[in-house]
């Protein structure tokens, strides 16, 4: 009977732990900084990083448990507790559609997607979005959604606007939505046109979006 119930209180014991390691899942080792759009700062917490899609985020601030709505969070800034020095910029946005052959907007998304910010420059910068990363062995590993493939989540986010755009999976889609949609810069449009900004990823034509986020340096309207 002892044994049994040892058994059962060790059992009972694991199930609590899993449960607990399940609930933060894989942020238990995930600290960042997270700015809402109140104003308010939490620095330093630790948290469950959000999915692509997810529409609320849980943080342990001073050891309790809280939960944050997606749309009130303006951005995170995070880390790997063992890294301090590499962060990486996560930011949910609304994303745009738009006509690759006039430019016009197609509409916008009705939810929010979690991204991560890869490149910035002056007046473009590059976003994509992934599936919850894992936190091992003091890297942090993102995990791309298996429903889409990684050309298939890159956005472009103009400097003064608040909605990145999807950028088209084909090469032959990418140039006519790169032409309409960096329109405003011809030397970009120049490029495009005369083969400056082709190549080749993993055997198959391509065009270099971070290259043209370099370039880009639209004409000031009048």
């Known amino acids: 009977m002892k044994i049994r119930i040892l058994i059962l209180v060790i059992v009972c014991l694991i199930a609590t732990l899993l449960s607990s390691a399940y609930a933060l899942g894989s942020g238990t080792k995930a600290i960042g900084n997270i700015v809402l759009k109140n104003g308010r700062h939490l620095d330093s917490v630790r948290f469950e990083m ?6 609320q985020v849980k943080v342990i601030v001073e050891d309790v448990k809280r939960k944050y709505e997606t749309d009130s969070i ?5 880390w790997h507790e063992k890294h301090p020095d590499m962060k990486y910029l996560f930011k949910p946005l609304y994303c745009e559609i738009i006509d690759i052959e006039t430019g016009e907007n197609l509409g916008m998304a009705e939810y929010p997607l979690w991204m991560c910010c890869e490149q910035v420059e002056n007046n473009a910068s590059y976003w994509y979005h992934v599936g919850r990363p894992d936190f091992k062995k003091g890297n942090i590993r993102f995990n791309y959604n298996a429903l889409y493939s990684y050309k298939s989540t890159r956005y472009v986010l103009k400097k003064g606007s608040e ?3 999807h950028i088209p999976n084909s090469t032959k889609d990418i140039k006519k939505w790169a032409k309409v949609y960096f329109s405003d810069d011809p030397e970009v449009v120049r490029k495009l046109e005369s083969g400056e900004y082709d190549f080749k990823d993993w055997g198959y034509k391509s065009i270099d979006i971070h290259k043209i986020i370099a370039d880009y340096n ?4 009048d």
């Open 74 to 78: 303006e951005c995170i800034v995070l």
């Open 50 to 55: 959000p999915n692509y899609m997810d529409k």
């Open 218 to 221: 639209p004409v000031e309207k």
């Open 163 to 165: 909605h990145p755009c």
